[in-house]
């Protein structure tokens, strides 16, 4: 469904308007919808997402977060307030807070969860930024723009996620190695994961997914049947973080 | 007219003194954020607003003063608001530079405020906002200063005028709306996804606007030969009555919903801010002098012996004031983040530079206003001269 308006927003050259008349579209798309997908060649249908599997998830390994953060010179300010991070790990009860109860079993109760941006099918903070900073690519990767952000931070209160930092001080004498490969950040901007959408581009997968080496992340792309990701969401049940409130978060979490 | 501006007694020289100095001081401050970043506020990862767009929030609501006196006087003929209803406008004006000002001061990048309007993004309620509050400053200075121009030179304002005040009116609706909206469509913050908060925006700017307007109106009467009539001041009392009374409704049926329903994401926040959650509870004292004082505020202006006293109607509107600056100008927009989604509670102070920074910024409006007010009354006291 999600694929076949995109099919159609773009048949429609409707894009641009994007967010705002999305409900109408919604409805209108179901028409439409024979029409969109017989036209070929205008479905190019990629899904990025990924799969965190708790259970090969090794208590006190952080790999992947000094992978992820080495590789996007993301500062270490150890002051919760001032922190930046793109991954990192939570307690399940506090990650899944809808899935908390008494008796969590399993060993799962107060075990670590790992955290990252969900690249939301129908993110709240793309719909938020005044300038779109924060974007959507056709590949589902929720990007930010650090040149155009103002730093309002209104897509920091529009996530439900927690997974944007702002950076409060100037994160430059923070970063340990600075990578000279992917750009520092200033002052005043948000930033957060970006699914490594610069090592995709270069074939690579993602570092968090290449640190780890318990196979507790995959990815790939999930509108491919024959993908990794699919199969293990064929074989595996999974559950998503505060799927209720329709954000359409596309890590799924095997617990 | 600006040049009644530049004369004047020596208590408006040293008020205005007073105000650029208060400002002087806010200025070196926001030199050492700009330096330093919006670290040196109080604001965190977890509460990444504070005092800043409180104000801007609250500030939006006093905005509201103009269309209370306007629209009664345009709408239904009463005659009374018709002295003051510059004074109305121009508070409008004072209050939406303040919430511009804000704004800047609270981006991480202002150099950069202008990629609102070069990359105009609708689906964005920021970008609403942006229009709605740059228009109705400018409806206001276009009106207030007409009005007042022609009101000098003993004519009717340009016939252009009139439809501009009718607009301003369902305008000044917008501005509240288009504000509550920033808050009220953010899925996951359980404390602002309500459908009354754009109505209890304006409950509260109808209370909190003319609030102030009746104090404003009491001091010019006090330093001026200018006095906007007991009229006036009365029927802004009943407002304020009405409003103040409406406004404390619309939060009893939230804390009703709320603590009815159970359910956690909503009434957490509630929890914190009447109550504490564990040791966290530094809202808890304001909240509840919030209430008081609100409650006390009402029985003040119900009542209509107490409300036809002008020394008590004085002092029931500082009370409103401060009682809606608490709910509106800190709490309201704290405790959306406050436990945050991934339930952690990370309390927020604000800084001694982010404190002088805000005074800075109320100075400014106030000098604007006084400027403002300066140049209004002179023309009132020589027209009645
Ligand atoms: S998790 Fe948050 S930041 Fe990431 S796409 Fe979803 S709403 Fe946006
Ligand atoms: S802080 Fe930056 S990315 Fe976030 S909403 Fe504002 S402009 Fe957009």
Known sequence: MKIDRRGFLKIGGLGILGVAVKPVIDVVSKAKLAEASSKKGVLVEKRLAMVVNLKNCKEGCTDCIAACHGVHNVPDIANPKDEVKWIWTESYENAFPDQEHRFIGGGMKGSPAILLCNHCDNPSCVRVCPTKATFKREDGIVMMDYHRCIGCRFCMAACPYGSRSFNWRDPRPFIKKVNPEFPTRTKGVVEKCNFCEERLAKGLIPACVESCKNKALVFGNVEDPNSEVREILRSNYTIRRKPGLGTGPQIYYIV | ?385
Not at chain 2, 48 to 65: D, E, K, P
Not at chain 2, 272 to 286: D, N, R, S, T
Not at chain 2, 297 to 317: D, G, H, M, Q, W
């Open chain 2, 1 to 385: 007219m600006f040049e009644k501006a530049l004369i004047g007694s020596k208590k408006y020289w040293g008020l205005a003194i007073g105000l650029l100095a208060i400002m002087g001081v806010g200025a070196i401050f926001y030199l050492q954020q700009w330096n330093y970043g919006l670290g040196i506020t109080g604001m965190s990862r977890d509460v990444s607003w504070g005092l800043y767009i409180a104000q801007f929030t609250f500030l939006v609501g006093v905005a509201a003063s103009a269309v209370m006196v306007v629209l009664p006087y345009y709408l239904h003929n009463y005659k009374a608001f018709g002295r003051i209803t510059i004074l109305g406008e121009f508070v409008a004006v004072a209050s939406v530079i303040m919430c511009l000002v804000f704004i800047i001061a609270d981006l991480g990048q202002p150099t950069r405020a202008l990629n609102i309007v070069l990359y105009p993004t609708p689906s964005s309620i920021l970008f609403w906002d942006m229009i709605v509050l740059n228009g109705y400053l400018l409806l206001n200075i276009l009106i207030g200063w007409n009005v007042l121009a022609s009101e000098r030179k003993s004519v009717p304002p340009p016939a252009w005028v009139k439809p501009l005040i009718y607009i301003s009116i369902p305008w000044a609706v917008s501005i509240h709306t288009v504000t509550a909206f920033i808050y009220a469509g953010l899925p996951g913050r359980g404390f602002w996804l309500t459908a009354i908060m754009a109505p209890r925006f304006l409950a509260s700017a109808f209370a909190g606007g003319p609030a102030l307007l009746i104090l404003l109106s009491l001091i010019i009467r006090r330093f001026t030969k200018f006095d906007p009539g007991k009229d006036a001041i009365q029927n802004l009392g009943k407002i304020v009555a009405y409003a103040m009374s409406i406004n404390v409704f619309f939060i009893l049926l939230e804390i009703f919903t709320v603590f009815y329903s159970q359910i956690p994401e909503h009434m957490h926040h509630f929890e914190y801010i009447f109550a504490g959650l564990g040791e966290h509870g530094k809202l808890v004292p304001w909240m509840w002098a919030s209430v008081s004082l609100a409650v006390v505020s009402l029985i003040l202006l119900v009542n209509p012996i107490t409300r036809r006293r002008e020394s008590i109607l004085a002092l029931a509107c500082v009370i409103v004031f401060f009682s809606l600056w608490i709910e509106k100008g800190f709490v309201l927009v704290v405790t959306g983040f406050i436990p945050s989604p991934l339930g952690r509670v990370f309390e927020y102070t604000p800084t001694v530079p982010e404190i002088f920074i805000t005074l800075g910024i109320w100075a400014m409006g106030f000098l604007i206003l006084a400027i403002l007010y300066k140049i209004a009354i002179a023309v009132k006291e020589e027209i009645e001269a």
